[in-house]
């Protein structure tokens, strides 16, 4: 089928895509009209704590999941090959810690924010911080360094392209989901978000399986598929490279990705507050072991279909005709071309991506509207009652949708794939939030001056390497030869040009100042050209590290200032705010030696939570 022949949706299609947006509101004015009506802000925020680990679970996978890994993983594969499927090992250990130590600590101190946590820990100053760095990961605008934003408009952006190839209208889709998403989060609270991320789940893996079913009937079966994706070299191995400047190794996704998936699904305020939405902590660590296998499962849904599409277009080459549009819009233009003629999966299709959209959006305008209250405005205005707080809630959700709704306008297209820009951005501004909190949990002598040092030099280095591999891009990745037989070359490398200057000496005896300064003049430049070479060497640090990169640089700098200053004394530490990380890994080390290191008191005591409007709370065990 010719690319360049535009493809409509049938009668059939558009309906299945309205069943989406209609069931979406459905479940919103379902929880609107049932139970407490979202009358407290308990309810509204936090589902009042009554939610059981499926639901849940599935409400994590898909608030980070969305459109970008739905388009993103494929195109990775179509173009790269399956190195990045071995991120799946960064699954374990991303879902473990968070599982036996995050949940454990943020639970019991019966929080409605993650951010309170750092105000308990350390003071008013360093939650206000942490605050003010989420709200700006989830909303950021454009600047003049980088023409994308990571959150809601990252998803519309995927969607953009799915509209250029079906011929819908961008303004008309756009605002019927963004509305849809912002209306059904104001009015149903957090358990309209997690139910409805159930849904869309469920349609998620239904159109991606629907994909690669047909794919591969189209191709010739598995073992064309299988036979083509090996002579295209698109089955790698395991790349045990230790340069960390190399794109994808099993280095930068086996353990760069643990830093990633603990930012994500440890710290985030998004996926804290589902954990704190559970009825017990038994019930929150549970939905953290449920998410595992659907990550795995939609890791490999996305892995195949772009295995599939490998296959299907090896031997043809669509850039005359599709012009310089990224393998995003391959993947897009591959399901319609696939599912063209059979009416209703097409709709299927556009519904699993935007169902990733929806869920995103949604998550994000739950947290963030969930931050400002108990983070900005509580703290700091004079009491409010329950319905007033309510109401300012909603009014929030209803803001943040509407402003990231406007943004979603302003997005534009950028040289990185749409996957490579979320998980560079998420690692950047992530990052430094992710060791903001290990710096309080783990390190009992840290204290508030350490912590706002730390984070700020976290951000600061990663807003650095970021900025820097922006500025220092020499080239893109270029497009798949039109033969099957395409070996991978150096596309999974950053190349970092090397300039030097050779034959340059510097003779001390008998030179005219002229000749010095000759020479001199040319030394310099060769430092400064070799000084370069260095920065740019380290600007092209592999994305997938620049978590790590981030957090431990919180840590270090963090400790430092803290020593520096005066570490916090044992009976300065809130209890139950610091997890015995060094406790359990010295177990042979005398215990009165641990004690005196650790100075924790151990999760199951009584916590005080000392944050404004909370009273005392006993943990649960």
């Known amino acids: 089928m010719d690319p360049s022949v535009q493809k409509h949706f049938t009668v059939v299609d558009y309906v299945i895509f309205a069943l989406l947006l209609v069931a979406s509101m459905a479940i919103g004015l379902y929880y609107a009209l049932s139970g407490g009506r979202q009358r407290t802000t308990q309810e509204f925020l936090l589902a009042d704590r009554s939610m059981s680990c499926l639901p849940i679970s599935l409400s994590l996978i898909a608030s980070f999941q969305s459109a970008v890994a739905i388009v993103g993983v494929p195109a990775e594969v179509f173009v790269h090959g399956t190195q990045y499927w071995f991120i799946g090992c960064a699954y374990i250990l991303g879902l473990l810690i968070p599982a036996h130590v995050f949940i454990p600590v943020l639970y019991r101190l019966r929080l409605s924010s993650a951010y309170q946590y750092l105000e308990l820990r350390f003071s008013k100053t360093v939650r206000i911080c942490g605050t003010l760095t989420f709200i700006f990961q989830m909303v950021r605008v454009n600047v003049d360094f980088m023409d ?56 998620m ?33 395991l790349n045990l490279n230790p340069d960390p400047t190399e794109r994808h190794t099993f280095w930068t996704l086996g353990v760069g990705g ?15 507050q589902r954990y704190l939405s559970a009825r017990t902590e038994k019930e929150a660590v549970r939905s953290c072991y449920m998410v595992f296998p659907s990550l795995q499962l939609a890791l490999a849904l996305g892995c195949v279909m772009g295995l599939v599409m490998f296959a299907r277009y090896c031997g043809e080459d669509h850039s005359g005709k599709l012009g310089n549009s990224s393998g995003d819009a391959m993947v897009i233009y591959f399901v319609m071309d696939m599912l063209q003629g059979l009416p209703g999966l097409p709709g299927l299709f556009i519904a699993c991506l935007f169902s990733g959209a929806l869920s995103t959006i949604s998550s994000a305008f739950n947290s963030l509207a969930t931050v400002t209250m108990e983070d900005l405005i509580k703290p700091h205005c004079p009491p409010m009652t329950e319905a007033r707080a309510t109401m300012v809630s909603k009014a929030l959700a209803l803001s943040y949708g509407l402003l990231c709704l406007a943004m979603a306008f302003l997005s534009h297209l950028m040289a990185d794939s749409v996957l490579q ?87 001390c005896e008998s030179l005219s100042i002229t000749n010095t300064l000759f020479y001199c003049r040319h030394f310099i430049i060769f430092l400064f050209f070799s000084a370069t070479s260095g920065l740019k060497r380290f600007y092209s640090l592999s994305y997938m590290w620049y978590s790590g990169f981030s957090c431990i640089t919180v840590i270090v700098i963090g400790l430092i200032i803290s020593f520096l200053t005066g570490p916090m004394k044992e009976e300065d530490v809130a209890p139950g705010t610091v997890f015995p990380l060094l406790g359990k890994l010295l177990w042979f080390v005398p215990e009165r030696v641990r004690k005196r290191l650790c100075c924790v008191t151990p999760l199951g005591h009584t916590v005080r939570n000392t944050t404004k409007g909370n009273p005392f709370y006993k943990s649960q065990k």
């Open 148 to 203: 994308y934003v990571f959150g809601t408009q990252t998803v519309l952006h995927v969607t953009v392209l799915f509209l250029s190839v079906t011929g819908f209208e961008l303004w008309g889709t756009v605002l019927a989901t963004g509305l849809v998403c912002t209306l059904y989060t104001t009015i149903g609270g957090l358990k309209a978000v997690i139910w409805t991320d159930v849904f869309q789940t469920v349609v």
């Open 258 to 272: 643990v830093f990633l998936m603990l930012s994500l699904y440890g710290v985030n305020q998004a996926q804290v």
């Open 421 to 507: 820009v979320a998980l560079k951005i998420l690692g950047m501004v992530g990052g430094p939030i992710l060791g903001v909190f290990c710096l309080g949990m783990f390190f009992p002598w840290s204290n508030s001056i350490g912590a706002v040092a730390g984070l700020a030099a976290g951000l600061v280095v990663a807003f650095w390497v970021g900025i820097g591999s922006i500025v220092t891009r020499t080239s893109s990745v270029s497009s798949l030869s039109s033969k099957c037989q395409n070996v991978l070359m150096s596309h999974n490398t950053t190349s970092v040009p090397v300039r030097s200057i050779t034959n340059v000496t510097i003779r």
């Open 205 to 237: 893996f239904a159109g991606q399986l629907a994909v690669i079913v047909v794919g591969v009937q189209q191709t010739g079966g598995v073992s064309e598929v299988w036979n083509k994706v090996w002579e295209g070299n698109r089955i790698s191995g």
